[in-house]
């Protein structure tokens, strides 16, 4: 096989592992830790991941609820348990991303991890797979602290091609969600569309290809 791109750039968390439920589990958990009777069920998350932050989930949910909280402290406590979660879950990685890194790394093309979260989740992310992948598999590895403006923005992926001193046309991103994906596309990025489980029903028209299960024949010769 040949494979034409010299990057291939893995976004959210979520394209490495299926986290949404345990991710709304986390928020409740956190909502309850803290006094709040919020509980947010899988419908109303599902809605909420349309838009991406979740500190930004929790002040338009407190605000239409009429209710003042500190966002902050909640979403830090809902990482806490989030973090937890992962490791006692002993979380394995998605269909066919296992193959596609080892193809990767066995062929000298650049691997990043172009996500927008905490440094937080990415510990325990990489804790909690630690038999499976590893930090050193990555060229790039984003956080929320070296921009100023997550995803749906593209300053995650532009700082990325930037530390890999590469062009978009020399790169592939594989996003879960359609908001995460038009970061990709703003930086003139191809995107494969990869959803999680709850991202079913979100518009990936403007991805070359939508999959659930990865796999480096995707990518021959630039097919898509």
């Known amino acids: ?17 299926e986290t949404s439920e345990l ?4 928020f409740n958990q956190a909502f309850s830790d803290a006094g709040l009777d919020w509980i947010w069920t899988p419908d109303e998350y599902l809605t909420m991941l349309k838009k991406s932050g979740g500190r930004n989930r929790i002040i338009d ?25 992962m490791n006692e879950e002993k979380i394995s990685l998605r269909p066919g991303v296992a193959n596609l890194i080892s193809y990767v790394l066995d062929n000298n093309i650049q691997l990043a991890f172009v996500t927008s979260t905490s440094e937080a989740n990415i510990d325990a992310m990489f804790a909690a ?15 929320d602290k070296i921009i100023s403006k997550p995803k749906p923005n593209a300053e995650i992926y532009l700082k990325a091609l930037s530390e890999l001193k590469l062009i978009a046309e020399d790169c592939i991103a594989i996003e879960d969600t359609e908001v995460s994906m038009r970061a990709a596309i703003d930086a003139n990025i191809k995107c494969i569309a990869f959803p ?9 028209s403007n991805a070359c290809l939508e999959t659930k299960d990865l796999s480096p024949s995707h990518l021959i010769e630039k097919q898509i």
């Open 61 to 85: 949910y407190a605000n239409d609820q009429g209710v003042q909280v500190n966002a902050h402290e909640l979403h830090l406590k809902k990482t806490e348990i989030f973090n937890n979660m």
């Open 129 to 143: 797979l630690n038999d499976q992948i590893k930090r050193s598999d990555f060229d790039f590895i984003g956080n």
């Open 23 to 26: 991710q709304r589990k986390a």
């Open 196 to 204: 999680g489980s709850l991202a079913y029903d979100n518009d990936f």
């Open 1 to 17: 096989m040949l494979l034409d791109y010299k990057a291939i750039l893995l976004g959210s968390i979520g394209t490495l592992v």
